[in-house]
């Protein structure tokens, strides 16, 4: 007879190995705390406030993003079971090398831990619940499952918002704790600031070479790689811009170099549409944004020590 804690031990064996494979504990909630700090002091330090009153709340704010990005990571590979059967049988999931009620039992004590510390340390509530609600939806594909999953598109326009609604969640909270106003030009490039490279992302995912398609859906398959290229492109710039006003009364250094990073993914996306099997494009992408949102970052510190430049 198996005891409880064999049960138990084995349980976290298995999701050990969905983790590692899937999500990265330490460094997505690494990955959580940058996203929550550059929206959160590139807020304060354009209010000209930089006597920052931190404290737990930042931290638990922080873990919010992780554990909700976590979350939807488990609830898309519920939805996408099916087709991860056929076509990444490989995956911990499909593979059985760990178990749906696994992951449901550890996504429930995430979120019961995750709203008990909303409730009881954070500011905003109000903002918290209409994340996790937006995701519920997400997770049920807005009751509408045979329209959205056979179009991309339309599964892009009702779910991406939710980056731009967990931003509006960190920008709620910073403008409750330090009275500031919630409808400014800041907040609102702010709002955009993360949601721009999650979209690039997403789409620049799903761009490969026509040798390289397959049954599963792409955007190079619907509306060809040279097509998609170029929206992600003009995504890109328009992206850039946002991130141009929001540190250009910081340091105008990180604007040059913001410049030189932009100019650079310039150039491999016209690469890519000259030569789709040259490179993948999403893998360019994901440098370009490591480097862009470093960037974003080390304006704070330098600001702090050295002023605006």
């Known amino acids: 007879m198996t005891s409880r804690k064999g049960t138990g031990s084995t349980m976290w064996r298995r999701l050990s190995i969905y983790f590692k494979e ?43 993003v992780f554990s909700f990005l976590l979350w939807l990571r488990i609830a898309d590979d519920f939805k996408d079971y099916e087709l991860d059967c056929r076509l990444f049988a490989h995956r911990p999931l499909p593979s059985g090398r760990v178990h749906k009620k696994d992951l449901a039992v550890f996504v429930s004590v995430l979120i019961a831990i995750t709203v008990l510390l909303n409730l009881l340390f954070m500011n905003n509530f109000g903002f918290f619940l209409f994340l996790y609600i937006y995701g519920t939806l997400m997770s049920l594909w807005f009751f509408s499952r045979k329209k959205i999953q056979k179009s991309l598109p339309l599964a892009l326009v009702t779910h991406n918002p939710v980056q731009m609604i967990m931003n509006i969640y960190i920008i709620s909270f910073t403008c409750l704790k330090y009275d500031l106003p919630l409808f400014t030009w800041v907040n609102f490039l702010a709002a955009w600031t993360l949601y721009f490279p999650a979209l ?75 030569n789709p099997a040259r490179f993948a494009i999403v893998d360019k992408v994901e440098r370009y944004t490591y480097i862009q949102e470093s ?9 702090l020590i050295f002023g605006s430049l």
């Not at 960037?295 to 600001?303: A, D, H, K, N, S």
Request: no cysteine.
């Open 22 to 64: 899937m999500y990265p504990i330490l460094p997505r909630f690494a990955l959580g705390l940058i996203i929550f700090g550059e929206i959160h002091f590139i807020i304060l330090l354009n209010a000209g406030i930089r006597d920052f009153r931190l404290g737990p709340q930042e931290l638990i704010g922080g873990f919010t």
């Open 200 to 274: 690039i992302w997403e789409i620049s995912r799903k761009i490969r070479a026509p040798e390289d398609e397959t049954e599963y859906v792409t955007y190079s398959k619907l509306f060809g790689y040279k097509k998609a290229t170029r929206f992600i492109l003009l995504i890109t710039w328009v992206d850039i811009v946002t991130n141009f006003l929001l540190v250009w009364n910081l340091n105008k250094l990180t604007v040059l170099a913001l410049l030189t990073d932009v100019t650079w993914m310039t150039v491999k996306f016209v690469q890519f549409m000259k």
């Open 295 to 303: 960037l974003m970052l080390l304006t704070i510190p330098v600001y």
